[in-house]
């Protein structure tokens, strides 16, 4: 099994202008069916912080879109997207992690090639598009994150804990700095194959953890 660990705070229903973003819906119903199509049996374990007044509570959609076990946990204090995933890792039942944003789109291809990979004893950062504006083409990120990654369990006690930063921005590259320095990444970080149909979904920069 894979236990796929999300960190969620102003990720779920939002309006924007005429537009409603149904941003982690719309990630849980991916996950649910790459998780058929590929075979792998997974898990989902949030942790969630329930910030923003203008959003859909969390409890109130999350076990109607999923397919997949799901288990929330009510996180604290000032947001910390490195402790949130943290906090995930260690409530996660499976020692093959999936570090997810709550705000992508993932499909089949990515559980599959990221349960072998950590059969194979590596760490991957998979490649991404991001979509540039509701309904828009998707085009590779300027700066392309590396917070969606796999890792056994192992490898994330000794080399991948995130740092538990209180402001946002960077958080994952200290850690995929040091996995590839150490020769356990899958690829090059700047030079990694975009996964056809992994994609960021587009939010207005208001929507985010920015204090």
């Known amino acids: 099994m ?73 996180m604290a204090g000032e947001f910390s997207k490195g402790r949130g995933c943290n906090a995930a890792a260690l409530a996660a039942q499976s020692d093959l992690l999936f570090f997810c944003d709550a705000d992508m789109i993932v499909p089949a291809e990515v559980l599959r090639c990221g349960v072998e990979y950590i059969a194979a004893g590596k760490i991957w950062f998979p490649g991404y598009l991001a979509e540039q504006g509701v309904g828009g083409s998707f085009k590779p990120p300027k700066t392309p994150g590396t917070g969606n990654a796999f890792m056994s369990r192992e490898h994330w006690l000794k080399h991948g804990k995130w740092p538990e930063k209180t402001d946002w921005g960077n958080f994952d590259r200290p850690v995929s700095t040091r996995i590839e320095n150490l020769g356990l990444s899958v690829e090059v970080v700047r030079e990694r194959r975009i996964v056809p149909g992994f994609t960021h979904q587009w939010h207005p920069k208001f929507v985010g953890w920015n204090k």
């Open 2 to 74: 894979l236990s796929i660990c999300i960190v969620h705070c102003a990720r779920s229903v939002l309006t924007y202008g005429k537009h409603r973003l149904e941003l982690f819906p719309k990630c849980i119903r991916s996950l649910g069916q790459a998780s058929i199509e590929s075979g792998v049996k997974a898990e989902i374990v949030i942790a969630d912080w329930p910030k923003v007044k203008h959003e859909a509570p969390l409890a109130g959609w999350i076990l109607k879109e999923s397919v997949l076990p799901v288990r929330v946990l009510s």
